[in-house]
């Protein structure tokens, strides 16, 4: 990297981050299982199988209201280890006619994480990006997929923006800026932003909220989206994960998990001609869809350790000091239907 950036230049964030993630021979998840208490982070799914349950029945439930229409595609964007469809399809077993209805398609590039999502679900297909999803009603889900999405920042100031961009600066990679212009891609930022703020652009987001949004406007379905962020993000949210450990971006580049908080407002801007639920925060979300019965429920079987650890696990997921307010969900939906169970139009 450093060599490529001494003979060609400096590259966008973006750049430098598709290269950390997904570089065939070095990228952070085309090499490895990233995932779990040995690994870099823990997610949702990986935290408790109530969180793929309710998805599941959240997701069924927004079938059954739209007059259970077969055949269907359930997808997801970016599985991990497949344990988060696994639950859905565990959950929704008993939902009559869903299974028939629904082949699986997963979207995901690395190939060491696919061979663990075949071998948590049978019978997925795979699929590198989204246009590729066949052409029938779209149930969907993502979660902890957007954040892994590359970025660009830009930093505003009295001429225009300026890109920050990874340079090399004694055989060291570093942060610079490029020279001020006019970006129009962010017009629509100059109203809540001023001079010195740093606002992030996510290139691949748009073609990917399109392509759903409009399967799902055309033939019915859903999405749901969940990831942490807020509503037009502003300033730098870039994080380097290691070890369950904050570690400089720049540092061990394609060793170390980056993510960005999500701007779902940009999500929310690409949804027409399908709708979007209320932005919602996944403790409210998992509370609507009775994730304490849930709970309590399975507490009934477990003792000692296993019954601390499922507590803990619930508190986790729903609880606003831990992930329940900073990670949100947002539902895509036909404007001719009601949005998926736990969420508001
Ligand atoms: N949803 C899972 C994993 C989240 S990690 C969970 O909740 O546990 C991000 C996932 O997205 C990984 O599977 C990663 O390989 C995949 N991914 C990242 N960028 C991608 C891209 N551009 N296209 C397809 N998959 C991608």
Known sequence: MIARIGRSGPITLADYMADCLMHPDHGYYATRDPFGATGDFTTAPEISQMFGELIGLSLAQSWLDQGAPTPITLAELGPGRGTLMADILRATKSVPGFHAALTVHFVETSPVLRKAQAAAVADATWHNDVTTLPDQPLWLVANEFFDALPI?????????????????????????????????????????????????????????VQQTADKIARFGGAGLIIDYGDWQSLGDTLQALSAHEMVDPLEQPGQADLTTHVDFAAIAAHAAPAKYSRLTPQGVFLERLGITQRAQRLAQKLQGDA???????????????????????????????????????
């Not at 499922?310 to 009601?338: N, Q, W």
């Open 152 to 208: 660009r920042q830009f930093v505003r100031d009295a001429d225009g923006w300026r890109e920050r961009m990874v340079g090399v600066a004694d055989d060291a990679l570093t942060l610079g800026l490029s020279a001020a212009a006019p970006i129009d891609l962010l017009d629509h930022r100059l109203a809540d932003t001023k001079a010195g703020d740093l606002v992030e652009h996510c290139p691949a987001l748009s073609g990917i």
């Open 307 to 345: 019954r601390d650890a499922h507590i803990k696990a619930h508190r986790r997921l729903t609880h606003p000091s831990e992930m329940g307010d900073l990670f949100k969900i947002i539902a895509l939906y036909p404007a001719t239907a009601t949005p998926p169970p736990g969420l508001e139009p």
